[in-house]
């Protein structure tokens, strides 16, 4: 399991507002869900910054540790 990691702001930044993620439109419960998740998360196998990555970049390092 792995853990793409980054700030509350970043991921409403990344978040589509065409209503694709229905809790996008409610930033209180989006922000408490993701506080709530984040001790669950914290036990992933492994955790990646996303925060200032390009999707790219992201990937390459998922599939490198995929391969080790």
Do not use: I, K, Q
Request: charged share 30%.
């Amino acid at each position: 399991v792995a853990w793409l990691d980054a700030p509350f702001a970043t991921v409403v930044d990344r978040a589509p507002a065409d209503g694709r993620r229905p809790l996008a439109a409610n930033r209180t419960a989006m922000e408490r869900l993701y506080n709530d998740r984040r001790a669950a998360y914290a036990e992933a196998h492994a955790r990646f910054d996303v925060s200032r990555t390009s999707v790219d970049a992201v990937v390459d390092r998922l599939v490198d540790w995929l391969e080790h």
